[in-house]
């Protein structure tokens, strides 16, 4: 009968730490005001701080809520070099970059963070 209460203490251990990692897991590592922005993606969250409805800012946190990299807006220029950065929006809790290609089209591309925090755009689907 002990090993059994041991076991069940155990296993309610176990269970009880799972969801206060998830719980921990789900509430940003940051506070938010003014006109800032989070956004995750996978297991990442990224902390968008705005000026004058541009991107001043980027902060990339991992699932541990360590901070991992912080991006600029001339960081984020060089993402898509052939083309003109222009603006960030968030839609759908997704962080959308606007640029202006060279035949002056606009697009938006999605993005996603990738290892160590590298920022890449979502492949397009067909």
């Known amino acids: 009968m002990k090993g059994f209460i041991i076991v069940l203490c155990f296993l309610f251990l176990w269970i009880a730490s799972g969801i206060s990692s998830d ?17 995750r993606s996978g297991y990442n969250y990224l902390h968008v701080i705005m000026t004058n409805d541009q991107l001043s800012r980027l902060d990339v946190y991992d699932q541990n809520g360590h901070l991992v990299k912080v991006y600029h807006e001339e960081s984020l220029k060089e ?19 606007i640029f202006e290609e ?20 979502m492949p397009e689907r067909k």
């Open 79 to 97: 993402l898509y070099p052939s083309a003109t950065y222009l603006n960030a929006e968030i839609d759908d809790d997704k962080l959308y970059l």
């Open 102 to 121: 060279e035949n002056g089209q606009i697009i938006s591309k999605r993005i996603v963070v990738g290892a160590r925090g590298s920022l890449s755009f």
């Open 23 to 39: 719980y921990n897991r789900s509430n940003p590592p940051f506070e938010l005001s003014g006109e800032e922005a989070s956004v």
